[in-house]
């Protein structure tokens, strides 16, 4: 068969997949799409050339610790399981953060730890900067029967600090400890209220050259709202989106 015509079943396939897997079919539209595309969309968002991403990808995708995040969580990395090791989720943060090599992180929301695990798996590799954390434990739809950050294994908890509480007390106290950050992540409550504050509060400590990462930006449309309202590039996969302050 001619290659295009392979490249056309596979398509095909993958579109069919998305269907099944998500049941409606203008979100599985935007998740094929995400999934063809994220590679050339974090390239162009940050200006590195295909081949760097490809290779980053490969680094974390095809890695050790991918294997054990797999065994340990029991979640898989393949299309059709729309989990967090989907290579536009998880392993985006890993990518993002080997190109952008913060010294100073900030999350909220934790749970199992998949986002944080791949953030200080990166912080490891690059040999220098901090994951700082916040969760508020078993919120509607984050319920877990086990310990904030389960996921995380030993050795590279040594760059992680977590508090427990609501951001809404807890981030403000921790930026103004900070100062500046060199990347925060909003993986908590998904309000719109709730991304609004964070945003930008968070916006304000944010140095040059830093990022702003979101996930589950579709519950709502402040993520679209902020984007148009600074200007700054900025790009969606699926459910996450990405910002980078340049100034």
Same mark, same amino acid.
């Given at each position: ?65 991918? +294997? ?25 943060? !890993? ?18 730890? !998949? ?5 200080? !798996? ?16 078993? +919120?509607?739809? +984050? ?60 916006? +304000? ?43």
């Amino acid at each position: 068969m001619p290659d295009k015509g392979r490249k056309g079943n596979r398509m095909k396939l993958t579109l069919r997949n998305a269907l099944i897997a998500l049941g409606n079919p203008l979100k599985s539209l935007d998740y094929t799409f995400a999934y063809l595309s994220y590679r050339k969309k974090i390239a162009r968002l940050t200006g590195s050339s295909m081949s760097t991403i490809e290779q980053l990808y490969s680094e974390i995708i095809d890695s050790k610790f991918m +294997q054990d995040m797999e065994s340990r969580s029991g979640s898989s990395k393949e299309f059709s399981h729309l989990s967090m090791l989907t290579p536009f989720r998880a392993p985006t943060l !890993y990518v993002m953060c080997r190109i952008f090599k913060p010294e100073i992180v900030v999350e909220t929301g934790v749970a199992n730890g !998949y986002s944080s695990s791949f953030i200080l !798996y990166a912080l490891e590799t690059n040999r220098k900067g901090r994951l700082y954390s916040i969760d508020l434990p078993n +919120q509607p739809g +984050q319920e877990i029967e086990k310990d904030t950050g389960w996921l995380i294994s030993e050795n590279i908890r040594g760059r992680w600090e977590l508090s427990l509480g609501a951001s809404r007390k807890n981030l403000p106290l921790l930026l103004e400890k900070l100062r500046s950050i060199d990347l925060f992540y909003h993986d908590s409550d998904h309000s719109y209220e709730n991304m609004k504050f964070e945003f930008e509060l968070a916006w +304000q400590y944010l140095a040059k050259a830093s990022l702003l990462i979101a996930d589950d930006i579709t519950d709502n449309s402040f993520f679209d709202e902020f984007t148009a309202e600074k200007s700054f590039k900025s790009t969606k996969l699926f459910k996450q989106g990405i910002i980078i302050k340049e100034g």
